[in-house]
């Protein structure tokens, strides 16, 4: 009986230790760091509250401006133990949450020795700061104490002097970023990074300073990174200060990789160079309208670039130094003549009928499978970031006259979508949103509705909603209405 009671008080104990059993705790600009957290009592800074956090907490932060950065010399963070058990600080579902420190911070984020943290949903405002938004780095002198395993999503990183990420930690994860306005010399980028295994997925860049994404190891404290991952990006407007400026370069590692990208208005769009470079992969990029060179490759072994679309770029559409610059360089199954975009005034990279992208590409789906906006590749690969879709295919939705005042705004949008319509008298009612392809994205009403006029707000950027057209459709006890509108992210 005694060692029963034993065991039983150990388990006791164990689950009642910090971390094992998740929380839930809150910060708000009109709370008080003498309170316990809760939503009726939140903290006052979202320091405190992340002094509360163990491995599987979150921290929710409503509304406001908090004038305060996060860094592990002042702060105090722990670890989580895995993604399913990270620590996570996020701005409240469909909440403005902005940090933006006072003068004399270096950074709005600092991470150093911590791993398995998640940020989402936080506007980084570096205005004030002395040097980047974000710092992923190590502890004193040993790189090996270096943060990993931080993933920041939903995020908008803007405004300092230095970097938007400037780091070297390895398997990290930067997802839906708007990432903009940094840097005063073109040593200044919005992403300038160097790891093993870190993914950038899904991230407008523009009008940064210097490059847009800068993987080098001029920053990482190791003798080589591997297999950093860009993709689905939309990078543009970057090398704001000087000549300089690539959409993406991909610097000195093995490995990386950079696919299914939007790059435009830059000063050269992808560079495979310095460094030593070596079995870098460019895929299914869409590079237009660049200032330089579409492509360039120099210092840099076993590139391979297949299926981008290269275009009207103001240098080369493929720069390939071949000799002592750049060694074993295969290109194929690249298209450099027109190929038809729907649209280049509007930045619509889609593709028309008729265009010579449509079926000129090669299998890439052991690496991925598809494209920008989501699409499958299907058994016939297209050239560019876009699969071609028949523009006939949305219309495979049924659709009839929009006499129920279905209105969506802002259009195109940039984040949070609102739907506008009007029911007549009670009835079922069916909002549904559509993509391209015809496949339904979500339900957004299904179920009986009062009379009158309804708005109804939905997030879409937060359910990974990419760039592209889609189709609201309404349906009222059978009577049809439709809406195509435009997501910009």
Known sequence: ???????????????????????????????????????????????????????????????????????????????????????TIAGYPGETVTMRPDSGASEVLRLMGVYYLIFENIVMDGIHTDGNVVKITYMGSDPANTARHIRIKNCELMNSTGMGILGSGDSCEFLDLKIHDNGLTDFDHGIYYASTG??????????????????????????????????????????????RGCGIILGAGTGHMAYNNVIWGNATGIAVAYGGATDIKVYNNTIFGNLGDGI????????????????????????????????????????????KFVNTDSLDFHLLSGSPAIGAGVDLSSIFDTDFDGVARGASWDVGAYEYVESASIAKVPVAPNNLGLDVSPNPAMGCVRFRFGVPAAAKVELRVYDVGGRMVRE??????????????????????????????????????????????
Request: net charge positive; proline share 2%.
């Open 444 to 489: 957004l009403v299904s179920g009986r509705v009062t009379a009158g006029t309804r708005t109804l707000a939905w997030q879409g950027g937060k359910e990974g909603l990419r760039t592209g057209m889609y189709l609201a459709r309404l349906t009222v006890e059978g009577t049809t209405a439709a809406k195509r509108f435009a997501v910009m992210r």
């Open 198 to 243: 870190t993914i950038i997925d899904g991230c407008e860049i523009y009008r940064n300073a210097g490059w847009g994404v800068h993987i080098y190891s001029g920053y990482a404290n190791a003798s080589s990174h591997y297999n950093m991952i860009a993709r689905n990006n939309r990078i543009h407007d970057n090398a704001r200060v000087g000549a």
């Open 296 to 339: 360039t490759v120099a210092y840099a072994t076993n590139t391979i670039i297949k299926n981008n679309i290269v275009y009207q770029n103001g240098g080369s559409a493929i720069s390939d130094l071949t000799g002592a610059e750049a060694v074993g360089t295969v290109a194929e199954n690249n298209l450099t003549t027109d190929p």
């Open 1 to 87: 009986m005694r060692k029963m009671i034993i065991a039983v008080l150990n388990v006791l104990l164990l689950f009642a230790a910090p971390g094992v059993l998740a929380e839930t705790y809150y910060a708000a600009a009109n709370g008080d760091d003498g309170n316990p957290g809760t939503r009726g009592e939140p903290f006052r800074t979202i320091d405190k509250g992340a002094s509360a956090l163990y491995a599987g907490d979150t921290l929710y932060v409503r509304a406001g401006l908090y004038a305060e950065a996060l860094n592990n010399y002042y702060s105090t963070f722990r670890s989580g133990s895995s993604w399913d058990s990270a620590i």
